[in-house]
Nanobody, 117 residues
Framework: QVQLVESGGGLVQPGGSLRLSCADS????????MGWYRQAPGKERQLVAI???????TYADSVKGRFTISRDNAKNTVYLQMNSLKPEDTDVYYCYARVEALSRDYWGQGTAVTVSS
């Protein structure tokens, strides 16, 4: 149905930048809300940013002004540009997609982001 494939994680120094990408490799259905969550070991998964098909966005307070979410509806792809990264941004980042036609939520496999000198 929907298969989310993420890329772009890695190791970066504090103050650096990374860009995450997530694409639905099958593209059978239109995706409604897309976004990114992150999770540290032993903690709950938390919202980073989400975006609607029309481009409305919501960000966690901790990333406002540093991260930018965008999407390409034709490609069922969502991006997360992360600037001014801090060590506390270190987490596994998960892509999220909501398909209203199926009343289902989908998650990517997760991509690790490590911010360290």
């Amino acid at each position: 149905q929907v298969q989310l494939v993420e890329s772009g994680g890695g190791l970066v120094q504090p103050g650096g930048s990374l860009r995450l990408s997530c694409a639905d490799s099958r593209r059978f259905f239109s995706i409604n809300v897309m976004g990114w969550y992150r999770q540290a070991p032993g903690k709950e998964r938390q919202l980073v940013a989400i975006i609607t098909p029309g481009g409305a966005t919501t960000y966690a307070d901790s990333v406002k002004g540093r991260f930018t979410i965008s999407r390409d509806n034709a490609k069922n792809t969502v991006y997360l540009q992360m600037n001014s990264l801090k060590p506390e941004d270190t987490d596994v980042y998960y892509c999220y997609a909501r398909v209203e036609a199926l009343s289902r939520d989908y998650w990517g496999q997760g991509t690790a982001v490590t911010v360290s000198s």
